[in-house]
Each structure stands twice: as C-alpha cells, then as structure tokens.
C-alpha cells in the first residue's frame, strides 16, 4: 500500500507549487524548514489522500514520518488524527496511548518540525489525550531545547481551551515569554487570544501581570480581537499604569 501512496504523490505533485512552499516554510540554509523538501500538494489534496490511506499500519506512518519530504510527514499526521479519533469513538484507551506515545517520540526526534504539522495534529493527539490527565508533559516540553516540541506544548492546550479550561494555557505562556523565537510567540499570542475570546478578563489580568516581559508579536496575537484604541494602547506599554 506504502508503493500505492508514493505513486499518488507522484501524480499530485506540482513543481511550481513546490518552490512557493519551499520559499513560504522556510526552507532555506539556517531557516527553521532548512532541509525540508515540497512536492507541492495543497493541504485539502492531501487531506484526500489520508483517507483513501488510512489504513497504513505504524510502520509505514514512521516511513513517512522519518522522510524529508513535508507532504509525507503530514499525512502521516493526518493519517494519525484520523486513528486517534476512531480509537476514541471506540473509547480504546489502550490505542489512544500507543498514538499518544508514537506521537510523542517522532516529536522527539523532530519529525513534527514544521508550523503546520504541529498546529494541525497536537490540539487533537496531545491535548485530546491529556484532557483528563496529568499535564507534567507539557511543561517539560515547554521547557525543551527543541522549538517544535515547545510549540506542541502550548498548541496541545488548544483541546482545554475549548472547553473553558485555561489554567495550563496561561502557566505554560508564562514559560515560553523569555522564548527568543519568532514562532513560539505567534503561538503563545494565538492561544492568548483563544483564552480572550472566551473570557476577556482573563486574558486582561495575564497582559497586566506580564506585560513588560511579553514579546512585541505575542502581544499583537493576542490582543488581536481588542478594539483599535485598546490595543494602541496595551502596544505603547509605556503609557500603561496599573
């Protein structure tokens, strides 16, 4: 089935496409895609793809999530997902965990290394699976070296917030406001603004609590959904007295 899958990405593929992609994640020498190859298939083709595939065993799902190529890692995950959530319509907890764990080691060895494929699988693997259980995972994720694996700790509590739970978001934002990078502060910034949508003074007493340690774009991300004057006026920081 694995020779079948490859065929499909042959035919999909598209040249043109794969050098605007390779150009948009980054994949140049010292950039955070460096060495990351694009066959230039658009996610909803992809997305096909997963479903007429997703009966590939985890050893085939670690070929493609050990390949270079970005379309095969990312189906890989979509294929993932769409296991996860069978095993969780079925309430097998035994399977959810092998996911979780496969998941979590293909992490580790940064095989989920780009934006997309974090933001895309995390929410529904990690956090999912850690909704009802201990979260000592993601703070020790939050403390990585690696950027993909603080970038899953923090998208991971997208599942709580969605149920009103904030409490994990907002402990492990505080972790990653010294984060240098770029990509961990889009990210931090996009779940504080999902805790602002649901709960505005939340969200206020964490900018207020933080607000001199919070990196420029983690802010902008946040307080994206404020009113023109209000956020003109959490930007010029110095004008804040509270």
């Known amino acids: 089935m694995l020779n079948k899958l490859e065929i499909k990405l042959r035919e999909k593929s598209d040249v043109e496409k794969a050098k605007i992609l390779q150009r948009f994640f980054k994949t140049g020498k010292g950039e955070y895609g460096e060495g990351d190859i694009f066959l230039g298939i658009v996610v909803p083709e992809q997305r096909k793809i997963a479903k007429e595939f997703c009966d590939l065993d985890t050893s085939d799902l670690q070929k493609l999530l050990d390949s270079n190529v970005h379309e095969k890692r990312l189906i890989a ?14 309430r097998d907890g035994d399977v959810k965990k092998e996911i979780f764990d496969f998941y979590l080691k293909n992490a580790s060895k940064s095989n989920i290394n780009n934006w997309d494929l974090v933001d895309l699988s995390a929410p529904n693997i990690v956090g999912n699976y850690l909704i009802d259980k201990n979260k000592d995972i993601l703070y020790r994720l ?18 709580f917030i969605r149920l009103g739970e904030f409490k994990d978001s907002l402990e492990i934002s505080k972790i990653l406001l010294g984060d240098l990078h770029d990509l961990i502060h889009k990210s931090v910034g996009w779940m504080l603004r999902e805790i602002g949508k ?45």
Do not use: C
Request: glycine share 2%.
């Open 198 to 242: 649901r709960d505005k003074k939340i969200l206020e007493k964490f900018l207020k609590e933080n607000y001199r340690q919070i990196p420029r774009t983690m802010l902008r991300y946040a307080i994206e959904k404020f009113p023109e004057t209000e956020r003109k006026k959490w930007l010029n920081r110095n004008s804040l007295h509270f």
């Open 142 to 159: 939050a403390k990585s070296s690696n950027l993909w694996e603080k970038r899953i700790s923090v998208l991971a509590t997208f599942a």
């Open 77 to 90: 995950l979509l294929i993932l997902i769409k296991k996860y959530e069978g095993a969780a319509k079925q």
